[in-house]
């Protein structure tokens, strides 16, 4: 640019004034336009951008295989899996066989491995994020209390089974975890769209979802070993869970 | 010497100096006006996506929550543009055979993203982060309008400076209780004039030089 206007001085004389101002004007608007290009779309990756270089065309790259971001480290199996080893307070092989439902769906029984308890602290704050959650996640098909009524179920997705029977009354936290994260029957895994916390705390929800259903059930947040196929004795060695399940029962409100 | 002009050229002159400045005050109207039309800042010009996806269906009809898909919107600058996948959670059963679809199935199948025509796009010299203004009270609809009712998403804003600075001048004007945030539908509830300050307080929003800085959002 700067050679093209030294050309138009210097030749100033032969092509006369008026031509010398019009090509200076024009190199001028070519430059502004120039950057204004450059300022409004510089040459680096935005979210979602439109990539030239990789082969997929994205300029959001995955994370390479194997790749652990500082902090992210998941050594906490049950809190990252919802299962224990043996020696923790997980459930048992399972005592029936699974079955199918009216909606075709059929029915976990099998919460061997999973855990028991709460692998963080159940709060209040906990379950209302929990509840959050749930709203956002949830709700579209289980339903407001976990019935499987919800919206999307009555716009034609088949119905998935109520949390509100003894079968997942009775079921580990680390099965509904589970589920959550990896998906069952005809549900996707929400891996991709919930964080392990929240997943956590969705469970809480659902939870308190079964014991505000069941009043006169004396449920407790972790299946305690009344009556149930997946008893398990209360943990001694683990500091973070007791400190709701007396209080979040239901049936003694 | 003859006088060159006729007298009347005294009034031709006044008139003169009056047009030129009405005539600058006219240019520099249509100017701001032409600056601010749709023409040029893209509002209200519904895009053509790929696939015909409904905010008007999705949000509105079927009450899915906004963080449903965009689930980033509350952790990150970007919102968060959904996977396949999360479309397939519905559509692997609903309007599974629907030819309208086919775009969605095909991204599945062949693990390509949706290539989704950017409505809102933002100049590059302007930093914008999604998730301090969920975090500080400005709800969705505020920026995007009545998404709810969107059959093809277009920009309800210019996405000018000015239009940042209304309120980055005067918080207190549009934010809305934490509860309200993803309420499409929220008309601004009966806050008094107190409550929006108070507002602005418990979210600590910072006064206006800070809001205002160059680089607040120039960086």
Redesign the interface.
């Known amino acids: 640019m700067l050679k093209n206007k030294l050309k138009v001085q210097s030749s100033k004389f032969k092509v006369g004034k008026s031509t010398a101002f019009c090509l200076l004007l024009t190199a001028y608007c070519l430059l502004s336009v120039g950057c204004r290009y450059d300022m409004q779309d510089q040459p680096r990756y935005k979210a979602y951008k439109k990539s030239d270089f990789f082969s997929d065309n994205r300029a959001s790259r995955n994370l390479p295989e194997g790749t652990v971001p500082r902090g992210f480290l998941r050594e906490d199996k049950a809190f990252y899996t919802g299962k224990g080893e043996s020696g923790q307070n997980i459930a048992p092989a399972p005592a029936a066989t699974p079955a199918m439902d009216a909606s075709g769906n059929s029915l976990m029984t099998d919460f061997s491995g999973l855990v028991n308890e709460f692998p963080l602290p159940v709060t209040k704050e906990l379950i209302d994020r929990g509840e959050q959650r749930y709203k956002v996640f949830c709700i579209v098909c289980h339903g407001p209390v976990g019935n499987g009524d919800g919206m999307i179920v009555r716009r034609g997705f088949s119905q998935p089974p109520t949390y509100n029977d003894d079968r997942l009354r009775n079921a580990p936290v680390g099965h509904f975890y589970n589920v959550i994260t990896v998906g069952q029957g005809k549900m996707n895994g929400y891996a991709s769209q919930i964080p392990p916390a929240d997943r956590w705390a969705i469970v809480s929800y659902i939870r308190t979802l079964q014991i505000s259903q069941n009043p006169n059930g004396n449920m407790q947040m972790t299946p305690t070993g009344k009556s149930s196929a997946n008893s398990a004795p209360p943990s001694s060695n683990s500091n973070t869970t007791n400190a709701i399940n007396a209080n979040v029962n239901g049936g003694e409100r | 010497m003859a006088q060159i002009f006729h007298y009347s050229a005294n009034n031709v002159a006044k008139l003169t100096i009056v047009a030129a400045v009405v005539l600058a005050g006219v240019a520099g109207f249509v100017y701001t006006q032409v600056a601010r039309s749709s023409y040029l800042t893209g509002r209200y010009v519904e895009k053509q996506q790929p696939v015909q996806f409904s905010h008007k269906h999705h949000s509105g009809d ?4 906004c ?2 898909c965009h ?1 980033a919107v509350e952790t ?3 919102a968060g ?1 959904p ?1 396949t ?2 479309c ?3 559509h ?3 309007w599974a055979d629907s030819p309208y679809l086919e775009p969605v199935r095909a991204s599945y199948r062949e693990n ?2 949706i ?1 989704w025509e ?1 409505v809102h796009d933002l ?3 302007v930093y914008f982060n999604h998730s301090i203004h969920i975090a500080k009270g400005v709800g969705c609809s505020t920026c995007h309008g009545q998404i709810d009712n969107m059959p093809a998403v277009y920009q309800e804003n210019t996405l000018q400076m000015e239009w940042c600075l209304q309120c980055h001048r005067e918080p207190e004007k549009y934010i809305r209780p934490k509860s309200e945030i993803y309420n499409i539908q929220w008309n601004g509830g009966d806050l008094t004039a107190e409550e929006r300050l108070n507002l602005k307080a418990d979210y600590r929003i910072r006064n206006e030089q800070m809001m205002t800085s160059c680089s607040t959002c120039h960086r």
């Open positions: 079927d009450g899915i929550d963080r449903y689930t990150s600058s970007s543009m996977p996948q999360t397939m959670n519905c692997s059963q609903i390509k993203p290539e950017r100049p590059e010299y």
